[in-house]
């Protein structure tokens, strides 16, 4: 699994006005780890991918629109 960057930014844009730090504490992940993955300089390990999948899913969002499944 992978998960779409700029999809990803782009929710940040819409929830949080691209703030890293308040979208973080939304999504429960990592502010440090949300910065490397939105720059492309880290990857998600699969504790990251099953919290950003809780919060797509309790607000009602598409995981596939998200994260690559295959």
Not at 49 to 66: G, P, Q
Request: proline content about 0%; glycine content about 2%.
């Amino acid at each position: 699994m992978q998960i779409k960057i700029e999809k990803l930014r782009q929710l940040m844009d819409e929830k949080c006005s691209g703030n890293y730090n308040a979208f973080a504490r939304e999504t429960n992940i990592n502010v440090a780890l949300l910065y490397r993955l939105l720059n492309k300089q880290a990857n998600a390990g699969l504790k990251t991918i099953n919290t950003l999948i809780n919060y797509l899913k309790a607000n009602n969002l598409s995981v596939e629109d998200y994260i690559f499944l295959s």
